[in-house]
């Protein structure tokens, strides 16, 4: 694992490893490849829920695993599956499996700093899931390629504040 701050977003690439294969839950076998996250001061998420908009959103990307990689499988239909988590900054007290991620940002890192991370599993940063909602849509940044199956938890990750 291997976090960035990008200069517009904190970022997690992911070396391998971190597969979606031989499930129902999605329509073909997907690679994750790095997670990054949108908010804002109040209201940063990209996605609505009956109009309402939470403080941020975490995606998971992954590419369909029968192209040769992420730059293949970008303009194929359903050549990525985006994996969305709202997340919610108003928990009493700080989220720790966050702090894995959150610590070394507010310990100094600059535009473009990278840090390796001990690896670990990315469900210590999910919430206990009980639904999601799902439809064929596009990337949200140009060239905006519609080639993404997004998947949209209902239950938010909660953060405190601070963090
Ligand atoms: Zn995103």
């Not at 239909?77 to 959150?102: H, M, R, T, Y």
């Not at 940044?141 to 949209?152: F, L, M």
Request: hydrophobic content about 40%; overall charge neutral.
């Amino acid at each position: 694992m291997t976090l960035i701050n990008n200069g517009h977003s904190l970022q997690v690439d992911l070396a391998g490893g971190y597969t979606i294969s031989n499930s129902q839950f999605l329509p073909k076998n997907y690679k994750a490849m790095q997670f990054h996250f949108h908010w804002g001061s109040s209201f940063g998420s990209e996605h609505t829920v009956d109009s309402t908009r939470y403080f941020g959103e975490m995606h998971i990307v992954h590419y369909d695993t029968a192209h040769a990689d992420i730059n293949a499988a970008i303009n194929k239909p359903q050549g990525l599956a985006v994996i969305a988590f709202f997340i919610k900054a108003d928990a009493s007290s700080d989220n720790a499996a966050f702090q894995k991620i959150l610590q070394p940002i507010s310990a100094g890192m600059n535009k473009n700093a990278q840090k390796t991370l001990t690896p670990f599993p990315i469900s210590d940063l999910l919430p206990k899931i009980t639904g999601y909602y799902r439809y064929s849509g596009s990337l949200t940044t140009p060239p905006c390629y519609e080639s993404v199956v997004w998947t949209i938890f209902k239950d938010p990750i909660q953060i405190s504040a601070a963090q």
